[in-house]
């Protein structure tokens, strides 16, 4: 196949429909000029763009050309990634030789026995699976030289080399058929096993055990069939792409398949993604560092990337990349390296056991001891540092822990606006606990755990995970991230615990990322192109500088420049069916506003701030058809929500923070039956990625800039960190307006959503407009501001009435 041009339209035989929409094609043919530069194009589309077949059209069309082996997909929305697989089926419906993809999830969904609810409740079903991992690896082992073939770990295991077979496959068939139940017992497939996703298992609903013949134990440990039946296909896959919709396969397909065929789900699904030419997965899979292992092997200058919903990079990456380790993994840290030094002091043997499995990690006992004792120290200086804390704020509360508030607390560690070390390791340093101990707690970590497993013992560490974010949180440093301590609100039962802030809280220690475009920069550095896109990029300029984009653009002395540029497409339905205002009230501030609780009765005045709001609002939610207003934060949408059920004759609904199957409840009953208000907060999850199609949504109104807490202290170190990177004059920008604008613009988003769709959009308060003190006006796209219309909010009423009079 040749090198087709993008302008001479080579890829229209990827693109599976008659004729491209407005802009598609101009995308299409802008992210293989990337493509083939090997850079990166980010892209504003809005909905109607047809953001995600231009992507995947031209990525098809640079595989074809020889310019990538395959192309990654990642969105944090599942809706979204169900949209990919559902546009490749139909690109590879018109293709002689369709392309094999494949959706990924991750290994809680596909673990039959976690499914099924066998695994016992104390622990994760990651960490059991990895568990059972380990044993099977061990009884898979080969007969050889004596040594220990059997990897350890997982991250051991994607070390050996293909060549490198240290399993027995007979061994492994040996063990699968071990768990299959007894043939007089069983009638027909399906009685006596375990099923799940609506398929059966040959084997046995519990967890076997190994055959003393194979585990030459008197305790045999438990094992997976399921990963012993891998084992014994040589670690290959019995399903194919053949067995998805037009060659590509999700989780519906391949883990009831797999769980038939009585191989591990999870182990399927990596075979066929080493084979796949699209992969289609969420943010974890590209930047959490735990779970990219997955895809580490395919991720290098010959994969093409697409980031979809990529106004949310910022806020993901950073929370993936901060790390966390509460209280009582701590306390269980500890344990665990007193477990081992219990062990060693009951005899001389132990004590000689113990020690010759450390040293062959080069660890001395006398180092285990120092790092129980290191963290035992820190628990209590977490203790009283998170008392004191609570004696500041809330004086008696140890005589009546009922007044503790009921939310969570950021306990800083470091003035948030200044680079200074914190004060926990301050207080090591001090103590004794020097940089030299701080590295050595994952090596201890590690070599205590495998002591533990090698010795038999039965007990599931987490020491060595614990001291590797210990390391982490001494190596890394303070400008670009915050260490905190995080009371999280977890009332306790009390008959457990002691009359301490525990009764309302748990502690944990947290090492809080500020400036992720470092990390993402490495990320694309190191992957040879790709599309970065949402239908709110803008300011496209100030998404290069936070994505890491531009430091890629600009080069430097040691590296090239790469190719990086930008692209915004306008909105291409009817303008004729849209209303679109800036309605000019005094900024709704706290200052302005007042707390909404003391606010006068409803039928009396507000202050003239809450006065102005009132009267927009009413005007906006006696729209016909459902109305969605976007408040600042649940507090205020309570206020609205109050207001607004009593001057308009339709049924409120109010959001408020609560579990994804009650929101799930409130949407469905916003969507039937005639027109309701529905008032949110626009930091909530029904402004985002809900697709109000159709007649679902008429109105959207969005109040206030929906600034994130100005006062917290991740914010200020956020603020903090991109005034070293980007410049003091443009921090609170970068940091806090451009997200929460592309907020209230994702919300406003949501009514329109086809070319035959009628609906009304409004930015109601005066930063929205141009010339405002501290107005975020120059914020939206130059295409958006020529659609918005500014008036007061006692000519909106009118306005409205000739948009929906229309004839």
């Known amino acids: 196949m040749g090198d087709s041009a ?62 990538y082996e395959r192309i990654v997909v990642v969105t944090p929305v599942k809706q979204q990634l169900q949209q990919f697989v559902t546009d490749l089926r139909a690109m590879n419906a018109g293709l002689d030789e369709p392309l094999r993809g494949i959706s990924l999830v991750g290994k809680r969904d596909l673990c039959p026995y976690g499914r099924e609810g066998i695994f016992p409740e104390d622990g994760s079903v990651h960490d059991r699976c990895e568990d059972l991992r380990e044993n099977t690896a061990r009884l898979v082992e080969a007969e050889g030289d004596g040594t220990d073939h059997a990897p350890a770990s997982a991250a051991i295991e994607a070390e050996l080399g293909d060549d490198e077979q240290w399993w027995d496959p007979q061994i492994a068939s040996d063990l699968a058929a071990a768990a299959r139940p007894d043939a007089r017992d069983q009638q027909r497939l399906g009685e006596g096993t375990l099923g799940t996703a609506g398929a059966d298992s040959p084997y046995r609903p519990s967890q ?30 019995p399903i194919d792409f053949g ?61 093409f990337v697409v980031v979809d919903e990529a106004h949310r990079l910022e806020e993901r990456v950073r929370d993936l990349l901060s790390d966390r380790v509460g209280r009582q993994t701590l306390t269980q840290a500890s344990n665990d390296l007193n477990f081992l030094l219990q062990r060693a002091r009951q005899s001389d043997d132990h004590r000689q056991q ?5 040293a062959a990690r080069e660890v001395p006992l006398a180092a285990v001891e120092q790092a129980q004792q290191f963290y035992d120290d820190v628990l209590d200086w977490l ?43 301050e207080w090591a340093e001090r103590e004794g606990y020097d940089g030299g101990l701080w590295r050595s707690l994952p090596k201890i970590g590690a070599a205590v755990e495998e002591a533990i497993d090698t010795l038999g013992l039965a007990r599931t560490p987490v020491c060595a995970a614990v001291g590797t974010i210990a390391g982490q949180w001494w190596e890394r440093d303070h400008a670009g991230f915050l260490r905190e301590i995080e009371l999280e609100h977890a009332p306790a039962d009390e008959r457990h615990v002691d009359a301490d802030y525990e009764v309302a809280y748990t502690a944990g220690l947290l090492c809080y990322n500020c400036m992720p475009s ?10 040879g192109g790709g599309v970065l896109m949402s239908a709110t990029l803008e300011p496209l300029d100030v998404f290069q500088h936070v994505s890491g ?72 939610a006696r729209s016909p058809g459902n109305v969605l207003v976007a408040m600042p934060n649940y507090r205020e949408a309570a206020w609205a929500g109050a207001y607004l059920d009593d001057a308009v004759d339709k049924p409120v609904l109010v959001d408020e923070s609560s579990s994804n199957d009650a929101t799930n409840r409130l949407k469905q009953r916003f969507y039937d039956g005639p027109g309701k208000v529905l008032v949110t907060s626009a930091r909530g999850t029904l402004t985002e990625g809900v697709d109000y199609d159709g007649e679902k949504l008429s109105t959207c109104a969005v109040v206030g800039i929906p600034l994130v807490n100005i006062g917290s202290p991740r914010v200020r170190g956020v603020k903090r960190a991109y005034g070293d990177a980007f410049g003091d004059d443009v921090a609170f920008e970068y940091a806090l307006t451009v997200p929460a604008v592309r907020r209230a613009r994702q919300a406003i988003g949501r009514v329109i959503r086809g070319a035959e769709e009628v609906g009304v959009r409004a930015f109601v308060g005066r930063r929205y407009c141009p010339e405002a003190r501290h107005s975020v006006y120059e914020f939206l796209p130059e295409n958006e501001r020529e659609e918005f219309t500014q008036l007061t909010p006692e000519f909106l009423a009118d306005q409205l009435d000739r948009f929906w009079d229309r004839p």
């Open 6 to 67: 993008a302008d001479e339209r080579g890829w229209e035989e990827y693109f599976a429909f008659d004729e491209p929409y407005a802009n598609q094609g101009d995308a299409i043919e802008r992210a293989i000029e990337a493509g083939q530069a090997r850079g990166y194009l980010a892209m504003e589309g809005p909905c109607g763009t047809g953001k995600t077949m231009a992507a995947l059209t031209a990525g098809a069309h640079l595989l074809d050309a020889g310019h």
């Open 208 to 237: 076997p055990a190994a055959p003393e013949e194979i585990a030459e134990s008197d305790d045999p440990p438990l094992y997976c069939p399921f990963e012993a039946d891998w084992y014994a296909r040589n670690t290959g896959s």
């Open 243 to 303: 067995v998805g919709e037009h060659s590509v396969v999700t989780a519906e397909e391949y883990l009831p398949a797999s769980v038939e065929y009585g191989t591990c789900p999870h182990r399927a699904m990596s075979v066929l993604l080493e084979a796949a030419d699209v992969v289609i997965g969420n943010y974890n899979h590209l930047f959490d560092p735990q779970t990219r292992p997955l895809l580490a092997s395919i991720l290098d200058e010959d994969t």
């Open 354 to 358: 113990v020690e010759e499995v450390l």
């Open 383 to 425: 203790d009283d540092r998170v008392r004191s804390y609570l004696d500041g704020e809330f004086e008696g509360w140890r005589t009546d822990p009922d007044q503790l508030p009921q939310r969570d607390h950021e306990i800083p560690l470091r003035d948030p606006e200044t680079v200074e070390q914190d004060v926990l390791t």
């Open 518 to 527: 470092t990390a993402l920069r490495n990320v694309f550095d190191d992957l």
């Open 549 to 620: 984009l531009s430091f890629l653009r600009d080069g430097g002395p040691d590296r090239d420049p790469r190719f990086v540029k930008a692209a915004t497409y306008r909105l291409t339905f009817p303008a004729d069916n849209r209303a679109s205002y800036l309605v000019d009230c005094r900024p709704f501030t706290a200052r302005n506003r007042g707390d909404p609780e003391s606010m006068r009765p409803l039928g009396e005045a507000w202050n003239p701030t809450r006065d102005e709001y009132a009267h927009a609002l009413r005007a906006l």
